[in-house]
């Protein structure tokens, strides 16, 4: 039992840990050409009438 609690444990640290990292990957900005890149593929949607 022991043995389960420290896997549990390590686990849990690897999972947080992930979830840490996701989090600062999702909040960083993106950078300024990706930007207008999506604005534009936006752009050619709204005159190619995507639905």
Same mark, same amino acid.
């Given at each position: 039992m022991n043995k389960d609690k420290k !896997?549990?444990? &390590?686990?849990n640290l690897i999972k947080e840990n992930l979830r840490r990292?996701?989090? =600062?990957?999702?909040?960083? !900005?993106?950078? &300024?050409e990706?930007?207008?890149?999506?604005a534009q593929l936006r752009d050619q949607d =709204?005159?190619?009438?995507?639905?």
């Open positions: !896997e549990s444990r &390590a686990d990292a996701f989090e =600062d990957k999702a909040s960083e !900005e993106l950078p &300024a990706l930007v207008a890149l999506l =709204d005159h190619n009438g995507a639905k």
